[in-house]
């Protein structure tokens, strides 16, 4: 390795929605952190690690900065808001397609306070038509994140603009041998991304507060002497009339999130994949300190 060698810490910050883990996976050139168009899909700290000659940076996804309806929600915002300090850098995602939103404020605040270095990314540039509006915008920007070391507009969909915001990122990594194995590419264990992909079905099929009600438990997994793997997990609701909403008609829908899950987890694997999914009712677990360990893997990051 040669001396010049560069490796650092990056969080990853923003209100929900704006695109964190879109640009992870597309930084990281796999998918590590799921995504949907619901907001509050993130709901732990999760390091995407790029390696490649010159650098290595871990780049931690976070929850999405909103205004708490409940305990997880709390819990959600201070796993974000912790993720702020203790890197080399920030970069603080906003949607370049939408005025700033009080969210974005508080972003803004909570990262003016904080005394890490950071670059700010309009993201979603792709839907950008109107040069006027990103004008305003950038105008905003300037204005709300002053201490910003840098403006990068980029999009996570097409790519556009994510090698210079990488360029730019490798401005603020410290000399220093790898953090990580280079062929790791996630800090998770195979558990969590298996729940993970199995609650990203849940939020692509089902609809409103149904799939933010979820929590994945993994009972098992085992790999079988057949060379398959046996997973069995329970989707967990808060309330007994959400059952048959993750159930659905003679069971469609619950097969539907199973089928695209183990297709994902064989993906994932390079396994055959046998996947049972159970629903049970844990009633308002989202309020409960020990169940929301349970069933979202924070449990590391929250104690
Ligand atoms: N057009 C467009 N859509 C994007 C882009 N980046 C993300 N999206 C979409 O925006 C939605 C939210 O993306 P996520 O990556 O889940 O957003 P997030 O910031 O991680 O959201 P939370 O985890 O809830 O905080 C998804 O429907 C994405 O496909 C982009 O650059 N362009
Ligand atoms: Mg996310």
């Not at 949607?95 to 979603?124: G, H, M, W, Y």
């Not at 990594?173 to 298996?194: H, Q, R, T």
């Not at 064989?266 to 159970?278: G, I, M, P, Q």
């Not at 300190?289 to 924070?298: N, P, R, V």
């Amino acid at each position: 390795m040669e001396d010049n060698y560069k490796a650092g810490t990056v969080t990853l910050v923003g209100r929900t929605n704006v695109g964190k883990s879109s640009l992870l996976n597309r930084m990281i050139g796999e998918k590590v952190a799921i995504v949907s168009d619901k907001p509050q899909t993130t709901r732990n700290r999760i390091a995407g690690i790029l390696t490649n000659e010159r650098f290595q940076a871990v780049i931690y996804d976070t929850p999405g900065i909103h205004k708490p309806l409940h305990r997880l929600g709390e819990y959600l915002v201070r796993v974000a808001s912790a993720a702020l300090s203790g890197v080399d850098l920030v970069v603080v995602i906003v949607d370049a397609s939408e005025r700033l939103t009080l969210q974005d404020k508080r972003v803004a605040s909570l990262i003016e306070r904080s005394s890490s270095p950071f670059l700010l990314a309009l993201n979603k540039i792709d839907l950008c038509r109107d040069n006027k509006r990103l004008e305003d915008l950038l105008t905003d920007c300037r204005f709300q994140f002053a201490s910003a070391q840098g403006i990068y507009q980029i999009s996570a969909i097409t790519g556009e603009g994510v090698d210079d915001l990488l360029t730019g990122i490798e401005g603020f990594l410290p000399k220093g041998p790898p953090l990580f194995p280079e062929d790791i590419v996630s800090d998770k264990p195979l558990k969590f991304m298996i729940a993970e992909i199995v609650r990203e079905k849940i939020l692509q099929t089902t609809r409103e507060e149904v799939p933010h009600s979820c929590g994945i438990y993994l009972q098992q997994l085992e790999y079988r002497d057949d060379g398959t793997l046996y997973v069995l997990a329970d989707i967990v609701v808060e309330r007994e009339s959400q059952k048959p909403i993750i159930i659905g008609k003679g069971g469609r829908q619950i097969k539907e999130i199973g089928v695209e899950a183990r297709r994902d987890i064989e993906y994932l694997t390079d396994l055959k994949v046998f996947l049972e999914l159970f629903v049970k009712v844990r009633k308002n677990w989202r309020e409960k300190d020990s169940m929301i360990q349970e069933y979202t893997g924070l449990r590391d990051e929250i104690s």
